[in-house]
């Protein structure tokens, strides 16, 4: 049986704050684990202890207390390091480098050969949407384009996790949704991913587990379809009706003592996902247009 992609076991961070006797508890008894090829969704408030739980996993925090593990090395163990792929909120890039020397400089890092760097620069500037601006320095880069390329070195050396945080930060409508259906190719080809957010309804959208954190605690945790289920009510969604059908239904539902019925009409689509609709449509109509 193969180990879990990431394990952490009763972690707990503490901060000394002074030469006095003040501490902070960043986190405190938390345990989960993150299946291969699983999107896990670790969200809370600022301060909840994201942060540090990623830092600890990576091997760039010792814990206080408790363990965690990648593939079954343990954090601390720099091996543990190289199946490993990382994109911080606020990723350090070397301006006047263009897109493709910024991943040709990373893959030497990873290792990498010039043959196999090459191929690979090309194949991850075409998944990232980025084959036109290759050459390009990143100065000249918006703020999409750099969490794309940013997510393209943290995936140069083929890891099997990946570690996201705050990807879409910044980034429009429609660059957010090129870098969630990278995250999802991401899946497809059985790669972990860790993805800490506030952007909730990126995180529904991807997540199968989702961990809820605040003060340093977990507060609750589980497959995402079972946490944001409404136990109590079912939805019936039809298309179509014949005319009349709808108030039949309805009361049927009145007429039953323990029924009640909640609200009705028609299903709402959301703001975002209207939006790169109705932009796509008006990119679709120029380019007939012209």
Known sequence: MSSPAVEVD?????????????????????????????????IGPNGSGKSTTMKVILGLMKPTRGTTSIFGLDSRDVRSRHRVGFLPENPYFYKHLSGRETLYFYGKLCGLKKRD????????????????????????????????????????QRPQLVILDEPTAGVDPSGSRKIRDLILKLKEDRVAVILCSHLL?????????????????????????????????????????PPGLQSQIENLVRDDPDAQLVRSGHPRTTLERLFLSETEKGQQGEGKAS
Do not use: P, W
């Not at 960043?26 to 670790?42: D, K, R």
């Open 117 to 156: 760097l090459k191929a690979r620069s090309a194949e991850l500037l075409a998944l990232v949407d980025l084959e036109d601006a290759a050459d390009r320095r990143l100065s000249g880069y918006s703020k999409g384009m750099l969490q794309r390329i940013g997510l393209a070195q943290a995936i140069i």
């Open 10 to 42: 009763n972690l707990t961070k503490i901060f000394r704050l002074s030469l006095r006797r003040d501490y902070l508890v960043a986190v405190q008894n938390l345990s989960f684990t993150v299946g291969e090829g699983e999107i896990y969704g670790l």
């Open 201 to 241: 309804e990126q995180v529904q959208e991807v997540c199968d587990r989702v961990a809820i954190m605040q003060e340093g605690k977990m507060l609750k945790e589980g497959a995402l379809d079972e946490l944001i289920a409404v136990e109590d009510e079912v939805e019936l969604v039809m298309k179509n009706l």
